[in-house]
């Protein structure tokens, strides 16, 4: 198995990192190269930010296990390596009968990814987060290989949502959910304001919710969009328009105030005032960006960044407050998405609780750092917390406090790793397993240090 040294960066672009990369195809080859040093994994890096990167040190790429091991047709259990794509997944049963239980906003996301990020759906109110779906995780410590499950309540609640800290997840076992076939019925309806949005997501009765939310908008419009309700069903698959590609970075001006502000326009307007309903191929309203190969050339070559929050129930002015600061910025583009979640989490670090969650993407430059620090401080201070899986800018005092059970996560993942061997660049920016210790100075150092004190060796306190 060889290592090549490779440049990567997250889906966002704005965040990159060079190191020796191994892509091991058979779980031998994965448990002989652990045995060797434990180091981190990634899949297909649709992490927005920095959360697949590994600076200046070794690191696997998952992609190229990707089968599936077995498939119970009773139960609905599948047993999955990691590196399989969920669309994949997805495809392949959808129309068999069964289908992941969660699906997150990209088909690309890898088995072992959504396992790490504990990565929510337009359903999270209805059946929670990815990993409450998991029964068994095979998971490789070095030269151990380990199978948990929810029964070994510690390193399994630090493994689901915990960011590749513990191991690498080398397969899963996770339950299948049925369905109907591998068609999707879509509502859209438009939504005039923040207050209406709010009133609509209770009212919804789909498994299926999100909002589109155009965050140019001001003043009675404010959080004005679309709202999209789907269930799965069965009939003749229409087939899904030919997918596109953008073949190269947009220019600046693309995305400037002006456009965005005529694209949000435009779309809200596509959805007629009276709604419409229609069926889609299944992929079409759980992965709609998908389609197009390369959206992330959209921002230019410096790339995006992406802020995704959670708020309680009771904070609805604190997305108000945000996004009057998102409007008057300028910044916005058409990426902005609202949904309601359920209080579903599998893991001490999983993302999800109960509340509101907004995601809104910017382009990268400077004003845009400052705006997504601003939210992020407004965020923790609602009681809310950020979605690590899309950040690529926090400062690691402004988590503190937002994910309660962060220090048992970090007992767990001490025993675990306790060199410290899988930390990834979003661990160490965030400080998420605590401040690194400080070197241990040499014998020579110390006792250089003691005679520039004027101390001598002996410990006596003694003037040399």
């Known amino acids: 198995m060889s290592w090549k040294t490779l440049e990567s960066t997250g889906w966002g672009r704005a965040h990159s990192a060079s190191g020796d990369v191994a892509r091991p195809e058979r779980a031998s080859q994965l448990k002989r190269l652990l045995a060797q040093a434990p180091v981190p994994a990634f899949g297909m890096r649709r992490s927005y930010g920095d959360a697949a990167l590994t600076s200046d040190a070794p690191s696997l790429d998952m992609t190229r296990l990707d089968r599936v091991l077995s498939f119970d047709d009773t139960s609905g259990l599948v047993h999955v390596e990691a590196g399989l ?43 929670g987060s990815f990993g409450q779906h998991v029964t068994e995780i095979t998971l490789i410590q070095g030269d151990k290989t380990l199978v948990i499950t929810p ?29 109907k076939g591998d068609l999707m019925v879509l509502t859209e309806r438009r939504i005039d304001n923040l207050d209406e949005f709010f009133v609509a997501f209770d009212d919804s009765t789909a498994d299926y919710t999100v909002g589109w939310i155009d965050a140019t908008a001001k003043g009675a419009n404010l959080g004005r969009g679309v709202l999209e ?30 456009i965005v502000r005529l694209f949000n326009e435009m779309y809200f307007r596509r959805v007629p005032a009276t709604g419409r309903t229609s069926v889609k191929p299944i992929t079409d309203p759980f992965f709609p960006l998908d389609a197009i190969h390369n959206w992330n050339r959209l921002y230019g ?9 959670v708020v309680p ?53 400077g004003s845009a750092e400052y705006l997504v620090r601003d939210l992020t401080d407004l965020a923790r201070e609602a009681g809310g917390r950020i979605y690590f899986a899309k950040d690529g800018l926090a400062q690691a005092k402004q988590i503190a406090g937002m994910y309660p059970e962060q220090e ?16 990834t660049n979003l661990v160490r920016r965030l400080q998420l397993r605590g401040a690194p210790a400080a070197p241990k100075a040499s014998k020579d150092q110390s006792e250089t240090a003691l005679s520039d004190t004027g101390l001598s060796n002996t410990g006596k306190g003694e003037r040399a």
């Open 301 to 309: 070559k410096n790339g995006f960044n992406q802020f995704q929050c």
């Open 408 to 423: 048992t996560w970090q007992q767990e993942v001490a025993k675990a790793d306790p060199e410290r061997a899988m930390e």
């Open 229 to 258: 309700e789907s269930e799965i069903t069965s009939g003749v698959n229409p087939g899904s328009g030919k997918s596109k590609s953008v073949p190269f970075n947009a220019p600046h001006w693309a995305l400037s105030a002006p």
């Open 151 to 179: 029964s070994d309540k510690g390193i399994f609640q630090a493994t689901v949502g915990g960011m590749g800290q513990t191991g690498v997840i080398a397969s899963a076992k996770m339950k299948m959910a049925p369905c």
């Open 85 to 127: 794509p969920i669309g994949d997944l997805g495809r392949m049963f959808a129309a068999k009968g069964w289908i992941p239980p969660v699906m997150p906003g990209t088909g690309f996301a890898t088995i072992g990814g959504c396992i790490a990020n504990d990565v929510h759906g337009k359903n999270h109110h209805v059946v």
């Open 313 to 365: 129930l009771n904070a609805t002015n604190c997305l108000r407050i945000m996004l009057e600061r998102i409007a008057a910025s300028g910044l916005a583009s058409p990426l902005a998405v609202l949904k309601k979640m359920g209080a579903g989490r599998a893991g001490y670090m999983s993302f999800p609780m109960e509340g509101y969650t907004l995601a809104v993407d910017f382009p990268n430059r």
